[in-house]
């Protein structure tokens, strides 16, 4: 069950808090407290925030299927430009302090942050997203084999491709997106060696805007369909929408990520041109860290999603991906490899 000392610290603490947050971010709270005024579940965004159509909004649908089976108030928090490490751990502590449990930092940029404030906070539980450096014993690291699936990314693109050249644009040029890269790049040589992938990094940091300029992505992907590529996978958090667009202005495909970008409503005059999405399902590993506090037991240390416990995987949404018999027996025949250990997929 939930604890009760924290509940105590959130009345008294509302308006000196209410300031602070909107000092190091906006913040959107929503969900029903109890007669005792119990909050649950908190994120803090990444680079791109809400809107995103990928990374955070997936985080969101986490914290919205928390907020409707547990009934306690929820926040969400958004990122301020040009925010230090302190901005961030003072976000975090401010939702702390108001009573949440557990509270998330959504991407790996959270990771001093997240180390800080769950220091200050022990009896709070912390989760972070894509980063795997925590060893704090209140602190779940989410963490996924994106590689998997963006290997899956590369049979498709490379069965789907009728000119043999494909496209990967990666937001920032990090680890991260190395890891999505070097499984698509893999996953397409193994389907096929003739077919050529032009690879390209937005930026070499987020501050630069890699995750959060459609331009960027849209100006990425065209110069790689001047150089033929007809299949175009993106890595790049909100800037993924540049390449989408790009893709479905001169009819080629374009494969999404993280969340299943066919059915986002804000890419829905695109989306006859995505044939399908890389996902982790970030939305499950936030919602499962909300439930094991809300049991009374909260997930610690290294969390990990892959192709055997089906949180990363290819999207069915689009029919015309959906419906291809030899696509689909190609990626099914992979998936199994790649779970029982035959493949081995590089994650740089």
Same mark, same amino acid.
């Given at each position: 069950m939930r604890r009760i000392s924290r509940i105590a610290v959130a009345g008294a603490a509302t308006a000196s808090l209410a300031l602070a947050l909107s000092a190091c971010g906006s913040t959107s709270t929503s969900g029903s407290s109890d007669s005792k005024g119990d909050k649950g579940l908190a994120i803090a965004y990444d680079v791109g925030g809400k809107g995103d159509q990928s990374f955070n909004d997936a985080a969101y649908a986490g914290l919205e299927q928390a907020k409707k089976e547990f009934g306690y108030q929820?926040?969400?928090? %958004?990122? @301020? %430009? /040009? %925010? @230090?490490?302190?901005? =961030? %751990?003072?976000?975090?502590?401010s939702l702390a302090k108001q009573g949440h449990n557990p509270v998330i930092g959504v991407g790996y940029a959270y990771a001093a942050a997240v180390k800080g404030a769950a220091e200050k906070f022990p009896d709070t539980t912390f989760g972070i997203v894509d980063d795997a450096t925590i060893n704090t014993k209140n602190v779940a690291d989410l963490v996924f084999n994106e590689e998997q699936a963006s290997y899956l990314a590369g049979v498709a693109a490379a069965k789907t491709s009728k000119t043999k050249v494909v496209g990967f644009v990666g937001g920032v040029d990090i680890p991260l997106i190395h890891k999505f890269q070097a499984g698509f790049a893999q996953g397409v040589k193994d389907t096929d060696p003739k077919v050529k992938v032009l690879s390209q990094y937005l930026t070499q940091t987020a501050e630069e805007g890699g995750?959060?300029?459609? &331009?960027?992505g849209k100006t990425a992907?065209? /110069?790689?369909? *001047? =150089?033929?590529? &007809?299949?175009?996978? #993106?890595? #790049?958090g909100l800037s993924g929408q540049g390449v989408i667009e790009a893709a479905a202005t001169k009819k080629v495909w374009a494969i999404g990520v993280d969340s299943d970008q066919y059915q986002q409503e804000a890419l829905a005059k695109y989306k006859d041109s995505i044939l399908t999405s890389a996902m982790k399902d970030v939305a499950?590993?936030?919602?499962? +860290? #909300?439930? $094991?506090? *809300?049991? /009374?037991?909260?997930? @610690?240390?290294?969390?990990?999603?892959? +192709?055997? $416990? /089906? *949180?990363?995987?290819l999207s069915n949404s689009n029919p015309k991906f959906a419906d291809n018999t030899e696509l689909q027996a190609a990626i099914k025949t992979a998936k199994e490899k790649i779970i029982s250990g035959e493949i081995k997929v590089k994650s740089s």
């Amino acid at each position: 069950m939930r604890r009760i000392s924290r509940i105590a610290v959130a009345g008294a603490a509302t308006a000196s808090l209410a300031l602070a947050l909107s000092a190091c971010g906006s913040t959107s709270t929503s969900g029903s407290s109890d007669s005792k005024g119990d909050k649950g579940l908190a994120i803090a965004y990444d680079v791109g925030g809400k809107g995103d159509q990928s990374f955070n909004d997936a985080a969101y649908a986490g914290l919205e299927q928390a907020k409707k089976e547990f009934g306690y108030q929820t926040a969400d928090v %958004e990122p @301020t %430009e /040009g %925010e @230090t490490d302190a901005d =961030k %751990e003072q976000r975090l502590v401010s939702l702390a302090k108001q009573g949440h449990n557990p509270v998330i930092g959504v991407g790996y940029a959270y990771a001093a942050a997240v180390k800080g404030a769950a220091e200050k906070f022990p009896d709070t539980t912390f989760g972070i997203v894509d980063d795997a450096t925590i060893n704090t014993k209140n602190v779940a690291d989410l963490v996924f084999n994106e590689e998997q699936a963006s290997y899956l990314a590369g049979v498709a693109a490379a069965k789907t491709s009728k000119t043999k050249v494909v496209g990967f644009v990666g937001g920032v040029d990090i680890p991260l997106i190395h890891k999505f890269q070097a499984g698509f790049a893999q996953g397409v040589k193994d389907t096929d060696p003739k077919v050529k992938v032009l690879s390209q990094y937005l930026t070499q940091t987020a501050e630069e805007g890699g995750f959060a300029s459609p &331009d960027k992505g849209k100006t990425a992907a065209e /110069g790689q369909i *001047e =150089k033929k590529a &007809d299949v175009v996978y #993106a890595a #790049a958090g909100l800037s993924g929408q540049g390449v989408i667009e790009a893709a479905a202005t001169k009819k080629v495909w374009a494969i999404g990520v993280d969340s299943d970008q066919y059915q986002q409503e804000a890419l829905a005059k695109y989306k006859d041109s995505i044939l399908t999405s890389a996902m982790k399902d970030v939305a499950k590993a936030v919602y499962n +860290l #909300a439930k $094991s506090v *809300e049991d /009374g037991k909260p997930q @610690t240390g290294i969390v990990r999603g892959d +192709l055997k $416990s /089906g *949180e990363v995987s290819l999207s069915n949404s689009n029919p015309k991906f959906a419906d291809n018999t030899e696509l689909q027996a190609a990626i099914k025949t992979a998936k199994e490899k790649i779970i029982s250990g035959e493949i081995k997929v590089k994650s740089s």
